[in-house]
């Protein structure tokens, strides 16, 4: 009988267009049931108990030959998720070395929380793939538990000191996320201990999110203005971008030249962010500013950043 539900309960789902990661197919290590060692609060999967390992599992043979019908060369990554925390899967480590010798140049990436990064088997796994997403909600003990609600035993101190040395160690691209419950982990000091923490960090992108989904509870997500001006309180050379778009309502103000460099050197922003925060007479500026090269544009994962230019920035720095 559970052969015939592994067949029913397909593994691979999509391709999805991921504004963040690119054309993704993705591998559910838990396609019949929710798995996880958190239950938190902004998930969007009903509330369950929380668990170390996982009971129900797929064979790593099933999920590569159904791969297989699946990927081509117009998928940019393999993303392994799950109903739940994908590293609870314990043939992990075999089936990362089992997509890539099948991935060509397709990248492979997780989807984690983040708390098995303190199995040294799973620390080495990931080490195995190209891209990483970790998953960072809070760092001090009280709102790491109100927000995340971990399995007994997970301690956050521990969980950041792995991320920290994983981020040194791991040479593909490093994702942090930080997804805010309004009135939990939106506070200043709780932003500022984010912060220290990251500064410790060697990441490719911070991704600030928020609740996109129904939630498992009775929570709410902060505005895309609430979002910008949390992105604002974090450090500027950190490579902070706003992901979530679901509470993005425009606020077109007017931005002088000044205040756009100001910006700029603060937090650079992507197209969507712009047309979100500037006006038409705004965005003609930013355009002049990028003609004469006070302006330029970097890639950063699968997104394009304004910046300002480097002479410019040199420039910045001697006069303040």
Request: negative net charge.
């Given at each position: 009988m559970p052969q015939s539900k592994q067949k029913i309960v397909k593994t691979i789902f999509g391709p999805i267009n991921s504004r963040r990661f690119g054309s993704s197919l993705g591998i559910d290590l838990s396609p019949a049931l929710k798995q996880c060692n958190f239950d938190c609060l902004y998930c969007e999967l009903a509330p369950s108990a929380t668990t170390n390992k996982q009971a129900d599992t797929v064979a790593v043979s099933t999920i590569i030959n159904e791969l297989k019908e699946h990927l081509n060369d117009h998928i940019d990554v393999i993303t392994i998720t799950a109903n739940g925390e994908p590293t609870?899967?314990?043939?992990?480590n075999e089936l990362i070395d089992a997509l890539n010798k099948i991935k060509n140049t397709t990248q492979t990436l997780i989807l984690t929380n983040s708390a098995t990064l303190v199995d040294e088997n799973v620390f080495n796994s990931l080490l195995k793939l190209d891209?990483?997403?970790l998953s960072l909600d809070a760092v001090s003990g009280s709102v790491f538990k109100r927000i995340d609600r971990p399995h007994a035993g997970i301690e956050i101190e521990k969980i950041v000191e792995?991320?920290?040395?994983?981020?040194?160690?791991?040479?593909?691209?490093?994702?942090?996320?930080?997804?805010?419950?309004?009135?939990?982990?939106?506070?200043?000091?709780?932003?500022?201990?984010?912060?220290?923490?990251?500064?410790?960090?060697?990441?490719?992108?911070?991704?600030?999110?928020?609740?996109?989904?129904?939630?498992?509870?009775?929570?709410?997500?902060?505005?895309?203005?609430?979002?910008?001006?949390?992105?604002?309180?974090?450090?500027?050379?950190?490579?902070?971008?706003?992901?979530?778009?679901?509470?993005?309502?425009?606020?077109?103000?007017?931005?002088?030249y000044e205040e756009i460099l100001n910006t700029l050197d603060k937090r650079p922003l992507t197209t969507e962010d712009i047309n979100l925060l500037f006006d038409e007479e705004s965005k003609k500026r930013l355009e002049h500013l990028i003609s004469n090269k006070e302006i330029a544009t970097k890639k950063v994962g699968n997104l394009e950043f304004y910046i300002l230019h480097e002479n410019e920035k040199r420039k910045r720095l001697k006069t303040h």
């Amino acid at each position: 009988m559970p052969q015939s539900k592994q067949k029913i309960v397909k593994t691979i789902f999509g391709p999805i267009n991921s504004r963040r990661f690119g054309s993704s197919l993705g591998i559910d290590l838990s396609p019949a049931l929710k798995q996880c060692n958190f239950d938190c609060l902004y998930c969007e999967l009903a509330p369950s108990a929380t668990t170390n390992k996982q009971a129900d599992t797929v064979a790593v043979s099933t999920i590569i030959n159904e791969l297989k019908e699946h990927l081509n060369d117009h998928i940019d990554v393999i993303t392994i998720t799950a109903n739940g925390e994908p590293t609870l899967y314990p043939y992990l480590n075999e089936l990362i070395d089992a997509l890539n010798k099948i991935k060509n140049t397709t990248q492979t990436l997780i989807l984690t929380n983040s708390a098995t990064l303190v199995d040294e088997n799973v620390f080495n796994s990931l080490l195995k793939l190209d891209q990483v997403k970790l998953s960072l909600d809070a760092v001090s003990g009280s709102v790491f538990k109100r927000i995340d609600r971990p399995h007994a035993g997970i301690e956050i101190e521990k969980i950041v000191e792995k991320v920290i040395e994983f981020s040194h160690t791991f040479k593909g691209k490093l994702f942090i996320e930080i997804l805010f419950v309004h009135e939990l982990n939106d506070t200043k000091d709780e932003i500022k201990k984010l912060n220290d923490v990251l500064l410790k960090m060697d990441v490719t992108r911070v991704d600030l999110g928020t609740i996109d989904r129904p939630p498992a509870y009775p929570v709410v997500g902060l505005s895309y203005k609430e979002l910008h001006e949390a992105s604002l309180l974090f450090d500027a050379s950190l490579p902070i971008h706003i992901a979530s778009r679901v509470h993005a309502e425009p606020n077109h103000a007017n931005y002088g030249y000044e205040e756009i460099l100001n910006t700029l050197d603060k937090r650079p922003l992507t197209t969507e962010d712009i047309n979100l925060l500037f006006d038409e007479e705004s965005k003609k500026r930013l355009e002049h500013l990028i003609s004469n090269k006070e302006i330029a544009t970097k890639k950063v994962g699968n997104l394009e950043f304004y910046i300002l230019h480097e002479n410019e920035k040199r420039k910045r720095l001697k006069t303040h």
